[in-house]
Each structure stands twice: as structure tokens, then as C-alpha cells.
């Protein structure tokens, strides 16, 4: 019977050992924080884009932020050498990439390209949710303000009332 209970026992540390990667409440609060800023700030960003009727929304922007994110906090909490975490953020900026080409076409007679404001917003999202991750969350909330900017204010600027807002 010691034998069973010894072998539940060394079963319960080893499952309470693969969630010990927060191992205080600094830990704890740093990863919230981070991965709450990433998810919030590429909500803002899908917001402003489900707002307007386009591809690529809410869920979709949200998604990419705390997913590129949780790409690099994991590593920086495993203590990953900053060369090493240059691949990871090439693997992200190149997945988002593939993404984003997925969303432009081409349309009508002259064959316009449509999409890119789209696929440059995912990119956008993706870097602010590294810039999150890594704990630079002013930069991030920085880059989403002056996103919101060129994605609202420019088009109001560079288009006459009543043209298209030219997002390509």
C-alpha cells in the first residue's frame, strides 16, 4: 500500500511541477500583465477594423497579439539567450507574413491589389504583441495609438468626403 501511495504521490509532484513556470506572484503578475496588454491592445486594433466591415477583426487581431506575445514571453521566462530569441521573433514576423499574403487579391479590370491595409495591420498587431511580450508595454500602447492614427485620421486627410478611404 506505501508503494501506491509513494507512486500517487511522485505522480501529483510531477503533474504540480508542470505549472510551476509562475513561481511567484512577481511571476505571475508579469505574465498577466503582459499577455492582458497584448490581448488588449491587438483588440483595439481588430476593433477599429470589425468597426468598418473588413477581413480580419476582432478575434483575428486579438489572436495574433497574444499569440506573438506568448511566443516570446515563454522563452524570456526559460532564460533564452537574446540571439536565440532573434529566430523566434523571424518565425513570427515571416508566419505573420504568410498570413497577411492570404488576405490581398487582386480585383477588377485593372487588377488592384486589395488587402494590403489588412495584411500590414496583422503584421502591425504581431509586432505589437512581441513588444508586449518582451514587457515594453508603452512602446506597444505607443504604436497602437499611432496605428489608430494612420488608420483613422489619414484617410480623412488624403480622401475627399464621399471617395473611397482607399484601404487597399
Do not use: Y
Amino acid at each position: 500500500m506505501d508503494s501506491a501511495a509513494d507512486t500517487a504521490h511522485r505522480i501529483w509532484l510531477t503533474v504540480l511541477a508542470q505549472f510551476s513556470d509562475l513561481g511567484d506572484a512577481e511571476d505571475a503578475t508579469l505574465v498577466i500583465t503582459r499577455l492582458m496588454l497584448a490581448a488588449l491592445l491587438g483588440g483595439v486594433m481588430g476593433w477599429e477594423r470589425e468597426h468598418k466591415g473588413k477581413s480580419a477583426g476582432l478575434r483575428t487581431h486579438i489572436l495574433v497579439s497574444l499569440g506573438s506575445a506568448m511566443l516570446v514571453l515563454v522563452p524570456l521566462q526559460a532564460g533564452m539567450e537574446s540571439a536565440d530569441l532573434s529566430r523566434v521573433l523571424q518565425g513570427i514576423v515571416t508566419g505573420i507574413g504568410f498570413i497577411g499574403t492570404g488576405s490581398i487579391f487582386l480585383r477588377g479590370p485593372e487588377s488592384r491589389p486589395h488587402g494590403l491595409t489588412t495584411a500590414a495591420g496583422m503584421w502591425l498587431t504581431a509586432a505589437i504583441g512581441v513588444t508586449a511580450g518582451m514587457g515594453q508595454g508603452t512602446t506597444a500602447a505607443l504604436v497602437t495609438l499611432l496605428a489608430l492614427c494612420v488608420r483613422t485620421l489619414l484617410p480623412k486627410v488624403m480622401h475627399p468626403p464621399g471617395a473611397p478611404d482607399g484601404d487597399q
